[in-house]
């Protein structure tokens, strides 16, 4: 099945590299460059050390608020998700503000905490918390109550219930969440370098789009390509690993 499944994404990959190469035939590389030129622009970069610093930046920043507003997200979700007065108080509120585009959001915050990294950081963990709190509530609220006063019944404390219950049940709608903010942070951090930063993969593309560097920005393309895929892969084979048991899916 794994075998199967990596011909697959090396038969989708060659794909999207032979219709790349050929549109390059009909449009001048001042406007498409090819895999090959791409492919040598990055070469350089990764030999003067820009590209991969560029890259741990980009990545500091996601991974650091991707996990803070998963995590937060994850507690919220579970709380409103059992506590019906908590979800009719304060549910109507997370469904407004969670409709608030992250890019309108990248001005404010650099008011709010500056240009440093704590701009981005929140933004993305904006970015976040309302996916993984929407997917959790979902899922704890899913929980039959049943199971809940079976497990009452055989002598479960309500710490026991919320520990061997309600979070085991709702484990796959939060991983699913993670996941899918995942993409988002992507989203959020690319915004935010481009708007009101001086480094990142973000920051990179703007810079090149302004000096019509086109061959730089399709390895900021192909690059943020690469973080996302392999990231995704990695997230979801240690959930896998780690988690199997809770029926992950993916």
Request: contains cysteine; hydrophobic residues 55%; positive net charge.
């Amino acid at each position: 099945m794994l075998r199967r499944k990596g011909f697959v994404y090396l038969l989708s990959l060659s794909a999207l590299l032979a219709a790349w190469w050929g549109f390059t035939a009909i449009i001048p590389p001042l406007f498409l460059p090819s895999p090959a030129l791409t492919a040598q622009t990055g070469a350089r970069m990764v030999v003067d050390g820009e590209l991969p610093n560029t890259i741990f930046v980009s990545m500091s920043r996601i991974l650091t608020g991707w996990s803070l507003g998963g995590i937060v997200g994850a507690v919220l979700g579970i709380v409103l998700g059992r506590v019906r007065i908590a979800r009719a108080i304060f549910l109507p509120v997370v469904e407004y503000l969670r409709f608030v585009p992250p890019v309108t959001l990248v001005s404010l915050f650099v008011i709010w905490f500056g240009v440093g990294e704590t701009s981005k950081v929140v933004l993305i963990v904006w970015t976040v918390v309302f996916i993984v709190l929407v997917n959790t509530t979902a899922g704890a609220a899913s929980v039959r109550d049943g199971t809940i006063r079976a497990a009452r019944c055989l002598g479960a404390t309500h710490a026991q219930v919320i520990m061997r219950v309600i979070i085991p049940e709702t484990v796959p709608y939060i991983v699913t969440g993670f996941q899918i903010a995942l993409g988002n942070a992507f989203m959020a951090i690319v915004a935010a370098e481009m708007l009101a930063a001086q480094s990142g993969v973000g920051y990179m593309i703007w810079n090149a789009q302004v000096y019509a560097q086109v061959d730089r920005m399709f390895v900021g393309f192909v690059t943020l390509s690469l973080m996302g895929f392999l990231t995704d892969r990695f997230v979801y084979g240690l959930s896998r690993r780690l988690l199997g048991h809770y029926r992950i899916v993916g």
